[in-house]
């Protein structure tokens, strides 16, 4: 079972363990992560779990796609980066056992 | 109801091809949910060959809804073949060819987004919701106890009309003429609002030199974080011609007015048709966070968003042909059983709840949604502080309108804890 650590905008740290295959959207929604709302149910489609993955995970996670609507939608989310993602487009893999991903100040 | 008439029933034996869901009319007297009803059971993703609107598609459960919602390639949100609402923008001579970017494709449509969705972010609000809870205090404050007042009038709109002031910073003791110009943007002569496209075209120019003195002003002052400041400095929108700016204006105000304003009530609405939630409410004013998406999709205050095919393409086993005016029915999919566990309950504690079709999906996706239930929080926070209950003391009065879903009388009385 894979860990995703999400931190919050003030520091406090949620690690949760999921099966492979979870993505890290239904971890937050799943386990109360605040900040995580992920309204369209994991579809790619609203970028209400936006997250900053951390420097040291962004080559195992890889970028959005440029161009796609993983892209598109990260462009109007606020406080978006290089290292922005949607956590409904991140599957939890053994090899990204204690991926490390912070919540956007200023996110709901 | 007599047994003649329901022998006569229109809605569950008239013919599936003479169905069509775009009289207003029914929305009016809301009787359209039963024609969602039979369309989502019986022929979810239906065609109307002819409507006041020309031919349509009706698009009636929540994942087909979602499938055109993500695929903008295909199905446009172009003003010029359409734009967004099933009736098709005015073209020609009467009528103002505004450009606004909710009906526009990406990649301009991303980059006028762009410019002005800070003014709506979180970070934003945080700043704007004292001034929002204040001003909300002083409108309830000033209301009688027990006598009969209309609730449309004297708080859903004077809320939503200060917000926007606030967000445009706009002069204060005019701000009533941002409610007329909302309300004649989305208004056809039928529904008397206006008496013809002329009067419409004239009311929104008199709105465009308006605000173009504003922008006037603030182009020549440091940039603040109004969003007429925010368009006046962002190179994405700063040299925007003239129809363009007037389009983008519209869209914020009727974006930040009409939708809310049916919302704060219709949740007065809801909460007296559910007495027993009122209670739950009355109990745990906690579960105000809870119940603000849950009234959203209650009320789904824009029915519906239109889009057209640019390609052929295959929805719910159907074919569409590039060039047909597709309607995805929110109002519909917000009550469709195969996504939402007993949607036409409403449930103030509903888990789940901010899965709903109320605010779009995709790049379209409304960008004023945390404005909005922000201003539905304040309201019910601030209310629930004041009253015991609001009660509904007479017949409340609907829009005649296929698109906004909203009432223009709610009468009600309050009471004192």
């Not at chain 2, 009906?103 to 003014?119: E, I, L, T, Y």
């Not at chain 2, 001003?135 to 404050?141: K, T, W």
């Not at chain 2, 005019?174 to 609002?193: M, N």
């Not at chain 2, 939708?259 to 559910?274: D, E, H, K, P, W």
Request: charged content about 25%; overall charge negative.
């Amino acid at each position: 079972m894979p860990t995703v650590i999400f931190i919050e905008p003030d520091g406090t740290e949620f690690p949760i363990a999921v099966k492979s295959g979870t993505t890290a959207r239904d971890a937050a929604v799943n386990n109360g992560v605040p900040g995580i709302d992920g309204d369209c149910g994991g579809e790619c489609a609203c970028a209400t779990c936006h997250v900053h993955v951390d420097a040291a995970w962004i080559d195992r996670t890889g970028m959005a796609e440029p161009g796609g609507m993983e892209d598109n939608l990260l462009q109007f989310a606020e406080g978006s980066t290089e290292n922005s993602r949607l956590a409904c487009q991140i599957a939890m893999t053994d090899d990204l056992d204690g991926l490390t991903l912070r919540i956007p100040d200023g996110q709901h | 109801m007599t047994t003649d008439t329901l022998v006569r029933d229109p809605v569950s034996t008239v013919p599936l091809s003479q169905i069509d869901v775009s009289d207003p009319k029914l929305f009016q007297n809301d009787t359209i949910g039963s024609y969602f009803a039979r369309l989502r059971r019986e022929d979810p993703v239906h065609y109307c060959p002819e409507s006041a609107y020309g031919p349509y598609w009706s698009i009636t459960k929540f994942n087909d809804i979602m499938q055109v919602e993500v695929n903008h390639q295909t199905f446009s949100s172009e003003a010029k073949i359409g734009g967004i609402a099933i009736q098709d923008m005015q073209t020609g001579e009467s009528a103002l060819e505004l450009e606004m970017f909710i009906a526009m494709d990406p990649p301009k449509h991303d980059a006028q987004r762009k410019a002005v969705s800070p003014a709506v972010a979180p970070s934003n609000l945080v700043l704007l919701e004292p001034i929002i809870r204040e001003r909300a205090g002083l409108i309830l404050d000033s209301l009688p106890i027990g006598e009969e007042i209309d609730w449309v009038d004297t708080v859903s709109v004077e809320l939503t009309t200060m917000t926007l002031a606030t967000l445009f910073d706009f002069p204060w003791e005019e701000r009533r003429r941002l409610t007329r110009w909302s309300d004649v943007a989305t208004a056809t002569p039928e529904t008397g609002v206006v008496s013809s496209w002329e009067q419409r075209r004239e009311e929104l120019l008199e709105c465009a030199y308006y605000f173009k003195d504003l922008w006037d002003k603030r182009i020549n002052e440091p940039a603040k974080s109004d969003l007429i400041s925010m368009m006046a400095h962002a190179p994405a929108t700063r040299d925007m011609p003239f129809l363009e700016f007037l389009g983008n204006l519209m869209l914020l105000i009727v974006g930040g007015n009409d939708t809310t304003r049916n919302s704060i009530s219709g949740g007065v609405l809801a909460l007296n048709q559910n007495p027993a939630e009122y209670r739950k409410l009355m109990a745990d004013p906690g579960l105000i966070p809870k119940m603000i998406p849950e009234i959203i999709r209650w009320q789904t205050p824009l029915t519906h968003m239109r889009r057209t095919a640019l390609m052929d393409a295959e929805i719910g086993g159907k074919k569409i042909k590039k060039g047909d005016k597709v309607v995805m029915w929110y109002l519909s999919g917000n009550r469709d059983d195969e996504v939402i566990d007993r949607p036409n309950e409403f449930i103030i504690d509903r888990p789940n709840s901010r899965h709903h079709l109320s605010f779009g999906f995709g790049v379209h996706r409304c960008m004023g949604n945390r404005v909005a239930e922000l201003q539905l929080r304040i309201i019910w926070e601030e209310v629930l502080k004041r009253f015991s209950k609001v009660e509904i003391v007479g017949a409340p009065e609907r829009t005649l309108s296929n698109f906004i879903r909203g009432f223009t009388h709610l009468p009600v009385k309050l009471h004192a804890h």
